[in-house]
């Protein structure tokens, strides 16, 4: 073994080791190897670890075959993922629709949609992403939920929001972040709520000389100047003078250096 492993690695290690959960146990291991530096020396342990892996991968696999349930994955291809929730008929492909411009069924009879649905639409620099998930929660349409920032539960009274709030805590997303949209009332201001909720921090660059991008960087909150590099370039590290920030106020065009905290709304140049 060798003994230039991060400290990190050990404590990942150990909790892999005491996690009982495959799915978890994978999750962990995928981050072992992650945390494993890349040279000679360790050659042999990573090849150890990706073989374990792949095991743990396809028992994976088989068990979720015999159990008939498959994770159905939606690709990722926004920046906030949203699902839409609610009992069958309670207007969530008219939302979907109406949100994106989706080519959904949307009818009177119940349990119209049977897989899950997407949709995309742009909004003040982000890609949201959204997803109609059937109204027969199934586990394997609810993967999806998990894998969502935020879920949009459309109901209409209290008897339809105790009833998804059960479904919620038998799935185990009762914790997920929520927002609740009665589709008998208007609802003008849901694309901001799924911002605000999302807590994320949106940058706007400024290359030098050039117009401000029209689509931000998506951080979460905290993240400063350097976490922004990080994203968008990592060599811009090394050359990297000062920024300026403008917002709106007074210090508006200001230098700051890496350890800025951004704020929503920020537009950023970087200098070299
Ligand atoms: N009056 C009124 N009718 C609505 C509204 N939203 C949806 N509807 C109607 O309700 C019916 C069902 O709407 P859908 O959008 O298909 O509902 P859904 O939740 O996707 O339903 P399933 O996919 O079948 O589970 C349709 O006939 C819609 O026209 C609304 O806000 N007001
Ligand atoms: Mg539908």
Known sequence: MPTNLPREWYIVEESFRNEKSLEKKIELLKQLISLTPKHKGTENLIAQLKKRLSKLESEMERKSRKCGSKVINIEKNGDILVSILGMTKSGKSTLLKKLTNADVEISDKPFTTKEPQTGICFYEGVYIQFVEIPSFFLKEHLSIAHNSDILMILVKNEDELKEIEKILKENRLEKKRKILINPLEENKEILKKIIEESEIVRVFMKPPGKNI?????????????????EKINENWLKSFKFARVYDNSIFSGRRVGLEYELKDGDVVEIHF
């Open 213 to 229: 991008e029209e689509r931000a960087v998506v951080l979460k909150r905290g993240r400063k100047i350097k976490d922004l590099i």
